[in-house]
């Protein structure tokens, strides 16, 4: 709503998100969700637009330090931007994917949720759905091949 009333007013605004897959109700999908819950950058001149911005639709307010609006670094947002892709709608580059962690056969991983929590292995192929993926644990067994989702592995 606040992106929307900015711009209606001519503002330039970057409302950022994140697509990512999570598990829903035992379901793998895709969910796209704000990268910064809550915030919203936009371009304006403090002296002149901070009450326009201030009393918009959907503003609750203005990110400020000592009284002046807080001054977002254009590197910052750029750097941001250059990870984006259109989303589906709208055709301005907001959304940033995060796609599965890619590992090397030999790697060593750590398993981070579910019954094996902790345990640290070596990572050796991916499965066909590129979903899963093989380790081999040495704390079971002399190099016992384990399958598990490629989302519970973190490198060590």
């Given at each position: 709503m606040a992106q929307t009333s900015l711009?209606?007013?001519g503002l330039e605004t970057f409302f950022p998100?994140?697509?990512?897959?999570?598990t829903?109700?035992?379901v793998r999908r895709w969910v796209t969700s704000?990268?910064?819950?809550c915030y919203l950058f936009a371009k304006f001149d403090a002296d002149r637009q901070s009450r326009l911005v201030k009393y918009a639709n959907g503003v609750t307010n203005i990110v400020s330090f000592g009284g002046k609006p807080a001054i977002v670094d254009e590197l910052l947002l750029a750097g941001i931007r250059a990870h984006c892709e259109p989303s589906t709608d709208n055709f301005t580059p907001d959304t940033v994917t995060v796609g599965p962690v890619k590992f090397t056969p030999g790697e060593?991983?750590?398993i981070q949720a579910g019954p094996l929590r902790g345990l640290q292995?070596?990572?050796e192929r991916e499965m066909s759905d590129s979903e899963r993926v093989?380790?081999?644990?040495d704390a079971l067994a002399k190099g016992a091949r384990?399958?598990?989702?490629r989302e519970l592995l973190e490198k060590v």
């Open positions: 711009e209606r007013e998100k994140l697509k990512r897959k999570r829903i109700r035992r704000p990268l910064f819950p060593i991983v750590e292995g070596i990572f093989i380790i081999l644990l384990v399958q598990v989702e």
